[in-house]
């Protein structure tokens, strides 16, 4: 199967000042988030990416517009609504200080699958969404890519913790044990049988060994978990 690269959008403004941008318009990357960008643009490099599928937000687009120029935009780039931020409704706009005198803050913390912001959307709804589009995004690559090829989503801290915790079976009121930095990449690769999470909130070093083998080498089955270890990706 496919291997989806997760990756979040490098740091804001807002980020660096601690506040909720939310779905507010108009929030790019600062200084540091391009850096952060064209950073992730070399670590992809040696990647034969299949396709990209980003979240409509400006500091998406402006994170994937690095990875694209990189490669002179031979990479199919689809956006995808499902893969947005959170609606967090009464809380966007809103310093994270503030909000943590709000009791509302305490559940987010602890039970977030019974969480709806005001005025917004669950983090329940947040996580089916945005497992569906990534789990439709990769049935469509295998489709049409063939096996084993890398391809990546950009999309925002909370929507890809979601993802994760899919990926991990965890309950949802576990994803806030995740920690999802700007510009991370996180890697998994789904099978007919379950998802294999390959990597977490990796922020520095090699990706090419995510490279699709040249030749296919199997001595179990697709979705079978390698007893004691394995020795690691080729």
Same mark, same amino acid.
């Given at each position: 199967m496919p291997t989806v690269l997760l990756v979040r959008h490098g740091r804001t403004a807002a980020n660096a000042a601690g506040v909720l941008a939310g779905r507010s318009p108009g929030i790019g990357l600062d200084e540091k988030g391009q850096a952060q960008a064209r950073a992730l643009a070399l670590r992809l490099a040696g990647l034969p990416l299949a396709a990209v599928v980003? /979240?409509?937000? +400006?500091?998406?687009?402006?994170?994937? *517009?690095?990875v694209l120029a990189a490669r002179g935009g031979s990479v199919l780039h689809q956006v995808d609504d499902r893969l947005t931020e959170c609606e967090y409704g009464d809380w966007t706009g809103r310093s994270l200080k503030e909000l943590a005198r709000d009791p509302l803050w305490k559940v987010v913390q602890a039970h977030p699958s019974g969480v709806r912001f005001p005025s917004g959307e669950s983090l329940r709804?947040? +996580?089916?969404?945005?497992?569906?589009?990534? *789990?439709?995004? @990769?049935?469509?690559?295998?489709?049409?890519?063939? !096996? =084993?090829?890398?391809?990546i989503v950009v999309s925002h801290a909370d929507v890809i913790k979601a993802v994760l915790a899919?990926?991990?079976?965890?309950? %949802? =009121? +576990?994803? +806030?044990? %995740?920690? $999802?930095? !700007?510009?991370? $990449? /996180?890697?998994?690769?789904?099978?007919g049988v379950r998802p294999f999470v390959?990597?977490?909130?990796?922020?520095? &070093?090699?990706?090419?060994?995510? *490279? !699709?083998?040249? *030749?296919?080498?199997?001595? /179990?089955? !697709?979705? @079978?978990?390698?007893? &004691?270890?394995?020795? &690691?990706t080729a």
């Open positions: 980003t /979240s409509p937000l +400006q500091r998406c687009l402006e994170t994937v *517009r690095e709804a947040v +996580q089916a969404r945005a497992v569906d589009a990534v *789990r439709d995004h @990769d049935t469509r690559v295998a489709r049409v890519c063939g !096996p =084993d090829v890398p391809w899919d990926a991990l079976g965890l309950h %949802l =009121d +576990q994803f +806030q044990r %995740l920690v $999802v930095d !700007p510009c991370s $990449v /996180s890697v998994v690769r789904y099978t390959l990597r977490l909130n990796d922020t520095g &070093g090699e990706l090419a060994d995510l *490279r !699709p083998p040249a *030749r296919r080498r199997r001595r /179990s089955a !697709p979705g @079978d978990a390698a007893v &004691g270890g394995g020795s &690691g």
